[in-house]
């Protein structure tokens, strides 16, 4: 069923430690199920997407919000010939390295880890991955295969490029220094994600009371799939009705968009034949959005930018999370025996070294951005006394 051009398992560049094949499992499907299995799969339960976790029972949160790009990203997949098992092992594993409080928590911690080289999520996924995990007895992390590591690390600075490069020559970090794409897999859970979190964000965001049906009227892609709804159903005019539309009108607006990718990556693949994974590596991106869409989506992400990520009510909220996450980091770095035995190991293992102060940060960062919300909340009331949030 796999295109020419979708990753093969049978195929795969393999593991950073040499394993003999599972009897029954595909190499990917088995990735999936070491990150299905993994501690910081299960810490996504309890991570802020946009609204804090503590904020309501009903929003999305990195765990929900990694199931619905992993189901969409499945389905596309199907459609195109890709290789449906290693869009769901990337797709699961793609917010791992989130710290708690979303956006907010990661800015932080960016901020307490400037001068030590900076904090970036999707290099903190790939760290999840290949070391932070500790659940085998031969190596650190989950030693997963390179195709669903290349497609963990969505972005990463040239800086960081050059120092994974090092540590892993040819390795994942290659592409950003030879400017190439990742396989179609990985192209395709970017746009997965993105399909995602428009979607989920308006629902969420509409069940806030942030923003309301009317102010999304402002945004074409949604409310030309309101309209034609309302056209179709007239009795969910009755305000009693107003989830039912919301509902109707995103499963619209999802449908649309994921035809869209299928239809207009479609053309791009007939147009360019790539005869390998490898041979669409070195093409422009093929994984797309039609010009249409993708000028409508780019307005709805600038829409939610501006009516909710924005709203005062986030920011306060945010606020606050940014202080619990600096609070955090300098209480670690000045007792670094207040974390986990672990990570309290970690940090003694570098006394002495000529790098020791970023080494110990770097230990802090790990820990703080491996915490739930609702951890670091109650850590920062234990070592300040304040209760934040
Ligand atoms: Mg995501």
């Known amino acids: 069923m796999l295109a020419a051009f979708a990753c093969d398992p049978a195929q795969s560049r393999g593991r950073l430690y040499p394993q003999a094949p599972a009897p029954t499992r595909t190499e990917y499907q088995r990735d999936r199920d070491r990150i299905v299995h993994c501690t910081a799969f299960r810490r996504l339960v309890y991570k802020t997407q946009v609204f804090l976790n503590h904020e309501g029972d009903l929003f999305r949160t990195r765990l929900t919000h990694s199931l619905e790009v992993a189901q969409l ?24 390295g989130h710290t708690p409080f979303g956006h907010a928590g990661q800015d932080a911690l960016n901020e307490c880890m400037r001068q030590f080289g900076g904090f970036e999520h999707n290099l903190q996924s790939l760290r999840v991955v290949d070391q932070l995990e500790q659940r085998y007895p031969q190596f650190d992390g989950l030693n997963l295969t390179f195709e669903t590591r290349e497609g963990i690390l969505k972005h990463c600075s040239n800086a960081h490029a050059q120092e994974l490069d090092q540590s892993e020559p040819g390795g994942v970090a290659r592409r950003f220094l030879d400017r190439s794409q990742p396989s179609l897999e990985a192209q395709l859970c970017n746009l997965a994600d993105e399909i995602a979190y428009n979607a989920h964000d308006i629902d969420d965001g509409v069940r806030s009371g942030l923003i309301t049906l009317e102010h999304l009227q402002e945004v074409a892609l949604f409310d030309d799939f309101r309209r034609q709804t309302l056209a179709e159903y007239p009795h969910l005019h009755e305000k009693t009705q107003g989830r039912r539309l919301l509902y109707e009108s995103i499963r619209r607006m999802l449908s649309a968009q994921v035809y869209d990718v299928i239809k207009a990556t479609g053309h791009e693949l007939e147009a360019t034949l790539p005869r390998s994974a490898d041979e669409a590596r070195q093409m422009p991106a093929l994984l797309r959005f039609g010009d249409e869409m993708r000028n409508k989506s780019q307005e709805l992400k600038s829409f939610l930018l501006n009516r909710l990520y924005r709203h005062p009510q986030v920011l306060q909220t945010t606020g606050q999370a940014r202080q619990v996450v600096r609070d955090l980091f300098d209480a670690y770095l000045a007792q670094p025996q207040e974390m986990a035995d672990g990570f309290l190991a970690r940090t003694d293992a570098t006394r002495g070294a000529n790098d020791e102060s970023s080494t110990a940060a770097r230990v802090v960062a790990d820990y703080i951005a491996g915490m739930t919300d609702r951890f670091a909340g109650r850590e920062h009331e234990r070592l300040t006394g304040l209760k934040l949030l």
Request: hydrophobic share 50%; aromatic share 0%; proline share 0%.
């Open 73 to 96: 990203g499945r389905s596309i997949a199907r459609s195109l010939g890709l290789n449906e098992d290693l869009v769901e092992a990337i797709a699961l594993a793609h917010d791992l």
